[in-house]
């Protein structure tokens, strides 16, 4: 039985560029996608999870922190697993975007 190749994105986070880390994606047989130094658009909570969340939360005004948190917990419960699916793989297309503009903001 064949597997798929399994590849994983880091940033360039110390704990992500530790021996004990490498060595277990290596144990693991998994492909490391590299990342550019600083790559802000490559973070998909930066350009898929928070960008609607602020808008979901635009003009809303809570009377407590736990309202606020429901709220966003609320929106969290709504999403569908192709919210996530779609934002990962949108990353492959931005990734490659930004090798192409040499580290330049993909969106401008």
Known sequence: MQKEKII???DI?????????I???R????ELLEHPPYS????PSDFCLFPKLKLF?????FSSNQDAIAAVEGY???LTKNHYRDGIMALEHRW???ISLKGDYVEK
């Not at 144990?27 to 998994?30: A, I, M, S």
């Open 23 to 25: 060595g277990k994606l």
């Open 57 to 61: 939360l635009a003009d809303q005004r």
């Open 8 to 10: 994983s994105h880091q």
């Open 40 to 43: 802000p658009d490559l973070v």
């Open 76 to 78: 969290f419960a709504d």
């Open 13 to 21: 986070a110390p704990a992500h560029k530790s021996v004990l880390a």
């Open 27 to 30: 144990d693991l047989h998994y």
């Open 96 to 98: 490659n975007k930004c």
